[in-house]
């Protein structure tokens, strides 16, 4: 038995962000036409932390895998990351593991990749000015994205620590086809210019006024993952139409959702699948909501994994 170990600059250098959103609407459609199995998180907890186990098999396209994630509050004291994940790619043939591969790089991927998916759906098609709240690992992912789906000119930046907000900055700066870049002065200077506002934080409270939102703004938001966290209000719950990726996993898990008493509209499987429609006119508010499910790790995994076999990423190592 043999199985592929990719670390997290594999991951990246394996698949592109037009890829990895392909294969997140893969996924979406095939949940919400009930032709995958995934199970709740499951969640065991310790003295020091917790562990999430959260497997997924998608039945069209054969996609089976498992990521483990850890939360630690004390591994900062030695030197270690809060948050780690690992992602096993399995054969749906025989159930032997495939691939061994870091799980952080892929939840990124996987994440911008959901909010590109929400973008090609929902945002107007000329929308050129991005508000992003957030500056690390998943804001980055979800301005490629966005930049993946549309033609972005603008992005401003609103962090409330300007070295990582000008850390960003300086990185965007020396991307392909780089958009300009603003530090904004405020939340409301932002998304009153935006035409697509995304948050990735870690924020409890919300991150803007709704009321500020111009009409035909797109909105997403992956930061938030428990009921107790809210990134976006209550006013933009009002003003937008929500789609979310799972009803039962954004009802149980996602406090913008549950504290914003939101009316949700569609699954964005749904609309992929045309079950529903996508953005319906160009002054339409959408707010797209994501937690996180394990069918994108498995397809995403999937296609981290042909994508490296084929380019000859990783160390492969002979189990037996």
């Known amino acids: 038995m043999k199985i592929r ?8 250098a394996a698949l592109p962000m037009e890829a990895a ?51 630690y509050g004390d591994n900062p004291r030695l030197g270690l990351p809060t948050v780690a994940a690992t992602v096993l790619a399995l054969d749906p043939e025989t159930g032997l593991p495939l691939a061994l591969m870091e799980g952080d790089s892929l939840t990124a991927l996987r994440t911008g990749a959901a909010g590109g998916v929400a973008a090609r759906y929902l945002a107007r098609a000329d929308a050129a000015t991005v508000a ?5 690992v998943q804001a980055r ?39 300009e870049v603003i530090l904004a002065e405020s939340p409301q200077a932002a998304v009153t210019r935006a035409d697509m506002v995304l948050a990735a934080t870690t924020a409890t409270t919300p991150l803007f006024d709704g009321n500020d939102l111009r009409p035909g703004t797109h909105v997403t938001g992956v930061g938030s993952f428990t009921p107790q966290m809210q990134e976006i209000d209550a006013a933009t719950i009002g ?29 964005i499987g749904e609309i992929i699948n045309g079950d529903r429609p996508g953005r319906q006119d160009d002054r339409e508010i959408t707010f797209f909501k994501s937690v ?29």
Do not use: C, N
């Open 239 to 267: 003003r937008a139409r929500v789609v979310v990726d799972q009803r039962d996993a954004a009802m149980a898990e996602a406090g913008d959702i549950i504290i914003g008493k939101a009316t949700i509209d569609a699954e």
């Open 292 to 320: 996180g499910l394990a069918v994108q790790d498995a397809v995403t995994a999937a296609a981290v994994l042909k994508a490296a076999e084929e380019k000859g990423l990783g160390t492969v190592i002979q189990m037996s």
């Open 21 to 71: 959103i392909d294969a997140v609407a893969l996924a979406y459609g095939q949940l919400s036409a009930g032709k995958a199995t995934m199970p709740l998180r499951s969640r065991f907890h310790t003295q020091k932390g917790v562990t999430l186990l959260m497997p997924a098999h998608l039945h069209e396209s054969g996609d089976f895998a498992v990521k483990i994630v850890s939360v």
């Open 132 to 136: 992003l709240f957030g500056a690390g």
């Open 5 to 12: 170990v990719l670390t997290a600059a594999d991951v990246r």
């Open 141 to 179: 992912a979800q301005l490629k994205a966005a930049m993946a789906v549309r033609s972005i000119e603008r992005v401003l930046i609103v962090d409330p620590f300007e070295t990582a907000a000008r850390r960003l900055a300086d990185d965007i700066s020396g991307w392909t086809d780089a958009p």
